[in-house]
């Protein structure tokens, strides 16, 4: 689904993705309201959610979809990279960004990552938002947030939120990289996140992992 308030974007993102034979696009909402309200009925797998939009911005609507239930995986359309708008809509719970400006192979591939369950936005780009724009931090809650992680499992968040890839973080446990995905499931599960971007924040959330403060 796209979601954006100016009609010739969202023409040309359908055009790219409608032209993908694995992609379609099922519906179209020119403001917040409207992208909650076609979320719950047509259920789409992927929403291009723009962050400026009237009646009802993205940081909210993706607040909504998350609240609600629903699936659907967020990806938010921005003009300006990692800004403070981005910011408030990945810890409402979207996936990763994207500029507005992005290439078609690159919006199709985003759309497959997270449509397949995966986080666009990598560890990196995270800690630089929540150092640039989350307020100072306030006492650790890990005892609320990653308590009920095992000592393995809460390894596994903190090699995680420092950028390690699934096969990095196996060769760091000494474990197979089965293994490893059975402990992020595991994480996500008992943080009860959608994905490894917010698994990542909870673990910046908990004191779990510190930001490098400039």
């Excluded at 723009?50 to 990806?75: C, H, Q, Y």
């Excluded at 089965?178 to 992020?184: E, I, N, R």
């Amino acid at each position: 689904m796209i979601a954006d308030d100016q009609a010739l974007v969202r023409s040309g993102f359908r055009l790219i993705v409608d032209g993908r034979p694995d992609l379609e696009v099922v519906g179209e909402a020119e403001d917040g309201v409207e992208a909650v309200a076609l979320v719950e009925e047509l259920e789409p797998d992927v929403i291009l959610l723009d962050i400026r939009m009237p009646n009802l911005d993205g940081i909210e609507a993706t607040k909504r979809i998350v609240a609600s239930g629903s699936g659907t995986r967020i990806l938010v359309l921005t003009t300006f990279d990692l800004d403070e708008y981005v910011y408030g809509a990945v810890r409402a719970g979207a996936s990763g960004f994207l500029l507005k400006d992005v290439r078609p192979g690159e919006l199709v591939d985003a759309i497959r990552v997270v449509a397949s369950g995966n986080a666009l936005l990598g560890p990196t780009a995270i800690e630089r938002l929540l150092t640039r724009f989350s307020p100072p931090a306030e006492p650790p809650a890990e005892a609320v947030t990653v308590g009920s992680l095992t000592d393995r499992e809460a390894e596994t968040l903190q090699l995680l939120a420092s950028g390690l890839s699934n096969a990095e973080i196996a060769a760091k446990l000494v474990v197979s990289e089965a293994t490893v995905k059975s402990h992020v499931s595991s994480v996500l599960r008992k943080l009860g996140v959608r994905d490894r971007v917010q698994a990542v924040i909870a673990a910046y959330d908990s004191g779990l992992v510190e930001p490098r403060r400039q």
